[in-house]
């Protein structure tokens, strides 16, 4: 059975570009939130395998939604995305409990790879 994902960003091109690599990768695309009170309440309604989180997003950042579904599973497998020059942030992400972060613009093979890594770590 394919891993269910939900993807959050606030770019409805960048999860259209997510989904598509995803769903030729494999996976199945059960949800997707703009912003991450969007990402909060999806995860909490479908409880995905994976979560893809944009770092900046309105309403409550993506490192916001990452403590807040940590809090809801602590089991919870998150991927942050952040555009070139976040690398900072990438640390607190990690701490917060992210298993990977993706750079934009994302590479097909760089995507299933991280994600790939972040359930294999979850399992």
């Known amino acids: 059975m394919s891993k269910r994902v939900l993807i ?3 770019a409805a091109y960048m ?11 494999g996976y199945t ?4 939130a703009s912003d991450g009170d969007e990402a909060v309440e999806a995860f909490a309604e479908h ?3 994976l979560v893809t989180l944009d ?9 916001e939604a990452l403590r807040e579904i940590m809090q809801r599973d602590p089991g919870a497998c998150v991927v942050m995305c952040s555009a ?40």
């Open 8 to 10: 959050a960003d606030d």
């Open 15 to 25: 999860r259209e570009m997510l989904r598509d690599i995803l769903t030729q990768g």
């Open 29 to 32: 695309v059960v949800a997707e």
């Open 47 to 49: 409880t995905p395998d």
């Open 55 to 63: 770092i900046v997003m309105p309403r409550k950042s993506g490192l």
């Open 84 to 123: 070139l020059g976040q690398e900072a942030l990438v640390k607190d992400m990690l701490s917060a409990g992210a298993r990977g972060y993706l750079v934009k613009p994302f590479k097909p093979d760089q995507v299933i790879e991280v994600v790939g890594k972040a359930l294999e770590k979850s399992e």
